[in-house]
Every structure is written in C-alpha cells, then in structure tokens.
C-alpha cells in the first residue's frame, strides 16, 4: 500500500504538468509576439516608463537569444497572417515606436551583435528635429542620413506626422496623418511603408476603415498579447517593456503569456 501511495503522489502531478504543459504548446503553436520600446538610452527625466537603460536593453535581448529565439522582420509576421502561412517557430518582432536617435546610438550596435533587425515606427514629422513631446524632456529624432544607414538592420514604417491620437480627428486629418507619413517614409527609403501604428494606442473602426483607404495592410497597437495566425492584422498586439515597473504584479500580469512561453521556450 505504500508504495501505491508513493506512485500516486509521484505520477499524479507529472500527469498534471504534462497535460498542461501540452495545453500551452497547443496555445502557442503557430504565433510569435512582438516587442516594443521607445527609448533606450540613459534616464534624463520626464516618464521614466518610456526608458530602458541600453544594458537592460542588451541583457533582454540575450535572454531571448540564449532561449532559442530570433527576430524576424514585422512585415514577415504580417505577411504570415494575411496569407494564413504558417508562423515560423520561437520567432519575434522588434518595433521601435517614435524614431529616436538612441535607437542608433544604443540599439543598432545590440541588432548587430545578435544578427537580428528591427521595425522603427517612424514620427515622420519630427525626423531629424529634437523635439519635446508631453512630460518628457526634449529628445534627438533619426535623421535621414541614420535612417539610410540603419536600412540594413532595420525597416521603417509610419507613425504618423504630427503624433496626434487618430480618434480625436476628422476624417481629413486622418487622411493627412496616414498618406502623409507613409509617403514621407516611402520617399526616405525607397521601400513600401504600409504597416502603421497607432499614436498612443488611440484607434477605432472609423480609423482603422482610413487607414485600409490609404493602403496600410497592417498596423500595431499598444495592447499586450500574443500574435497568433487568425490574428486582426490592423489590431496587432505587442508587449511593452518598462524597466520601471518590470516587477510590479500589474506588469507582470500584463505580460505573462511573455514570461510564460518564454521560460518554458515554446
């Protein structure tokens, strides 16, 4: 009799770990999940949650890289769910939101070193302009020389002209934020820039029809979660890091499906 009690305690919790662990595998079969940041730079005031320091930076990354994954292109990951192609295995994507000028300085080296691109969502009306956006002290913007010189790690897509949250906007503005930025953008690259995101997350159905009108196939939203192959591709969500706050139960909650497919490396 012992030694059934002892093969139950022992294989019962196996069994229930199994199963579950199965459970995941099946949820994150098929999907990947991408990654936003702002700055990466030293802290100089203003919204300390937009700033991850560049060795925060680089340990996240080598953290990723040492659990099998790699970063693929966002415009890859798009192109998987508009044709419902299968999603490449322990892949993510890198997306940069306002166009910084320490993601040259800071982020270009840390792509390089892992072989991996990136997406930076570009403010086409602040590039090469130092400009202060609410709260937050004045700040470098890519310039066009940059931009061509990142092109070969990084693709670039709109992010707006003025950085106005879409919804508070007429159908006009609309028109002129979407076509206006995706021209700037394509003209500074020489590539289709089709892919948008959201000024501060803020989007609806009215916006996202516009958008569609102006030729995006695609855009990002501030909203976490998992990337799967059925996924909206004008609702993209994406998983947002602040150094800050990485511990706090709120955070933490926010991104488990993060922190959970990775630590088991799915």
Not at 31 to 43: A, E, L, N, P
Not at 112 to 138: C, D, E, H, R, S
Request: proline share 5%.
């Amino acid at each position: 009799m012992p030694f059934v009690i002892i093969l139950v305690v022992l294989t019962v919790p196996a069994a229930i770990f199994f199963c579950w662990y199965q459970m995941l595998v099946r949820k994150y079969k098929n999907s990947s999940f991408i990654m936003v940041y702002h700055k990466v730079d030293r802290y100089r005031g203003g919204l300390k949650g937009l700033c991850v320091s560049p060795e925060a930076f680089d340990r996240q990354m080598d953290y990723l890289y040492r659990r099998g994954y790699r970063a693929i292109p966002l415009g890859s990951l798009v192109d998987s769910i508009i044709n419902k192609k299968d999603i490449l295995p322990k892949t993510f994507v890198l997306t940069f939101d306002d166009g910084y000028e320490n993601n040259y300085v800071n982020v270009l080296p840390v792509l390089k070193k892992y072989g991996w691109t990136a997406t930076v969502f570009l403010n086409a009306g602040a590039i090469g302009q130092t400009v202060q956006y609410p709260m937050q002290p004045p700040e470098k913007h890519l310039t066009a020389e940059q931009i061509k010189e990142m092109s070969g790690r990084f693709d670039f897509e709109p992010h707006g002209i003025t950085h106005r949250a879409l919804t508070g906007l007429s159908d006009d503005e609309i028109r002129e934020e979407a076509e206006g930025s995706k021209k700037v953008v394509e003209q500074l690259t020489g590539k289709d820039a089709d892919i948008f995101c959201y000024p501060f997350g803020e989007y609806n159905g009215r916006v996202i029809n516009l958008l569609k009108e102006a030729g995006y196939r695609a855009s990002c939203t501030t909203l976490p979660g998992i990337v799967r192959q059925d996924a909206d591709a004008y609702q993209l969500p994406r998983f947002e890091f602040k150094e800050t706050k990485v511990w706090s139960p709120r955070y933490f909650f926010r991104n488990f499906d993060f922190y959970l497919r990775t630590f088991f490396a799915i």
